[in-house]
Every structure is written in C-alpha cells, then in structure tokens.
C-alpha cells in the first residue's frame, strides 16, 4: 500500500521559513516525480513544486520561483519543500502528490486537474501578519 504522509506544516510569521516533507513508502518511484500542490481556501488547487526522483530535476510555479525550493532524499524515500520568504498568500493546504515523470516534460503533472498516482492528506501552512 503506498503512502505519502506530509509533515512540518505550521503557523509562520509573515517572512518566515517552514519546511515540509513528504515521507512516501510501498513502492519505489524511479520513474515518478513528486512534488507539492496547495489549496487556499475558496480557491482552486494549483500546482507549487516537483521534482523527478531519477535525476533529480526540479519544476516550479513563478509564484514561488525564488523563494521555495523543492529537494529528495533518495536513502529516506522524502521529499522536501523548504520554504522562505513566507507571505500571507502562501498560506494554503499542502499537497505531496507523486505521479509518472513523464508527465512532467508534457506539462501534464503540474496541472492540478490531471488525477496523480499517489495523494497524501495534506498539511496546514498559515502565514500570519
């Protein structure tokens, strides 16, 4: 049974730093990317951060160019997104989410509408003022 569970979500300080991670187990993900997606409240999920397992190439949304940066541990099977320069807009439930990387290259996994292999629950990131 595959799993992703998220964790290091919080309460932050606007210009803050949190890190998440995304600890996946049940299957090897050689050939997936995984990555983050949020969703603020009354909006749409939309796509932060992936990265290919193989390789190691990252992807972002020009929302967070800059200030997240997305990295895995191939010995603890996690994903990270360490994040800085928190504003009030980044506040929002975290997704991890893994799919094939070759969705990647075609756009594909970055669109929130396109179903993912693999969800986790999410975590709760607040940026507050």
């Known amino acids: 049974q595959v799993q992703l569970v998220e964790s290091g979500g919080g309460l932050v300080q606007d210009g803050g730093s949190l890190r998440l991670s995304c600890a996946a187990s049940?299957?090897?993900?050689?050939?997936?990317?995984m990555g983050w997606f949020r969703q603020a409240p009354g909006k749409e999920r939309e796509f932060v951060a992936a990265?290919?397992?193989?390789?190691?190439?990252?992807y972002y949304a020009d929302a967070v160019k800059g200030r997240f940066t997305i990295s895995r541990s191939i010995a603890q099977n996690t994903v990270y997104l360490q994040m800085n320069s928190l504003k009030l807009e980044d506040t929002a439930v975290y997704y991890c989410?893994?799919?094939?990387?070759?969705?990647?290259?075609?756009?594909?996994?970055?669109?929130?509408?396109?179903?993912?292999?693999?969800w986790g629950l999410g975590t709760q990131v607040t940026v507050s003022s």
């Open positions: 989410a893994a799919d094939k990387a070759s969705k990647v290259s075609v756009g594909l996994w970055q669109f929130p509408h396109s179903p993912h292999d693999f």
């Open positions: 049940g299957r090897t993900f050689s050939s997936y990317a």
């Open positions: 990265i290919r397992w193989s390789g190691g190439s990252t």
